[in-house]
């Protein structure tokens, strides 16, 4: 069993939202996932009786350039593409007896986490995302079995969403650097003697820079595809990654070669042909829940053509609407990449 497969299926449930909110249908899953309790949110919306979708949100700098996917060793990780950049540090939480150093976020769920923070923020144009009373609770709610030890569910969601709650982001592109936490406020996991249970935190509040910097350049994605993908931090990349970028191209066509993809995706890989190999599997997984990205896999590299976003301007503008918002991307904001 892979404990990180499992608190991923957990947050399934935790990115999907209720039908009956506004009144609006839902598409059923096409992948071979079951159906979950919906009790928090995804925007699932209809703009018609053709095109049905379940809309995620995550910052536009994480579609250009990810949390490390391993496990790292030190307390700073850092990742360009082009002129935009990623520099993550670890953080302190006090744990009930004084600071506690965490590691760098790193792997598939945190992805999930930011994709649930942004999502409920963006659609309720709220700072506090609520997680529940305590972690089984959390995990009860959104319809899953909560199982402890060292690789249990609990354990993992704590690692990593404390070390996501604990670290410092910097972002930057061309000219504009973030510096800042996205969470601001948390209350951490501590154990109470008495009861022999976890508390959990009731709300997560979100930094108010990255709150209102989200509001401007988050960017919408297909619930779906997140979910098939999940069990892949470089296959989730990829995908947010052409999303976001290929319905900004030029006309024509854009060539990058494997060195300038491996240093904005393989951070993590010592040799390119390890890379390559890995790459062209996880850009498999992509295509098939991105069919419309048009990608050629060349013997040097991609080619990367103008398509059509995984999620229509008419259907994010619906979504927008809906919210009060006006749901545009920033201007200028596509990567150099």
């Not at 990623?86 to 939480?93: I, Y």
């Not at 942004?118 to 079995?145: E, N």
Request: hydrophobic share 40%.
């Amino acid at each position: 069993m892979n404990p990180a497969g499992d608190c991923l299926d957990q947050l399934d449930a935790v990115l999907r939202t209720t039908r009956a909110r506004r009144g609006l249908g839902v598409k059923p899953a096409t992948d071979q996932t079951p159906p979950r309790k919906q009790p928090l949110d995804v925007a699932c919306l209809s703009a018609g009786q053709d095109e049905n979708v379940q809309i995620a949100i995550q910052h536009s700098i994480f579609c250009q350039v990810g949390l490390p996917r391993k496990k790292v060793e030190g307390e700073v990780f850092e990742r360009f593409s082009g002129r935009a950049w990623l520099r993550v540090q670890a953080g302190v939480l006090d744990l009930g007896r004084g600071p506690v150093q965490q590691i760098v976020p790193y792997g598939a769920l945190p992805r999930f986490l930011l994709a649930f923070l942004s999502s409920h923020a963006r659609r309720h144009h709220t700072r506090q995302i609520p997680v529940g009373d305590s972690a089984r609770a959390f995990l009860k709610m959104i319809g899953q079995t909560s199982s402890g030890g060292d690789r249990g569910s609990l354990t993992v969601l704590k690692t990593q969403l404390q070390a996501l709650a604990a670290c410092r982001l910097q972002v930057g592109c061309a000219g504009r650097t973030f510096n800042g936490q996205p969470v601001e406020q948390f209350d951490a996991w501590r154990a109470d003697d008495e009861v022999g249970k976890h508390t959990w935190p009731g709300v997560l509040l979100l930094s108010e820079p990255y709150f209102h910097d989200l509001i401007e350049h988050g960017v919408p994605l297909d619930y779906s595809a997140l979910v098939r993908l999940r069990g892949s931090a470089l296959a989730l990349d990829i995908y947010m990654w052409l999303a976001y970028r290929l319905h900004c191209l030029a006309p024509g066509e854009l060539d990058l070669s494997w060195p300038v993809l491996k240093a904005q995706f393989g951070n993590e890989y010592a040799a390119l042909d390890d890379f390559k190999q890995k790459f062209r599997y996880a850009l498999s997984a992509v295509r098939k829940v991105y069919p419309r990205a048009n990608v050629e896999d060349l013997a040097g590299g991609l080619r990367l053509k103008r398509s059509p976003a995984p999620v229509s301007p008419r259907l994010n503008a619906f979504y927008f609407n809906a919210q009060n918002q006006t749901g545009r991307l920033g201007a200028g904001q596509c990567a150099t990449l």
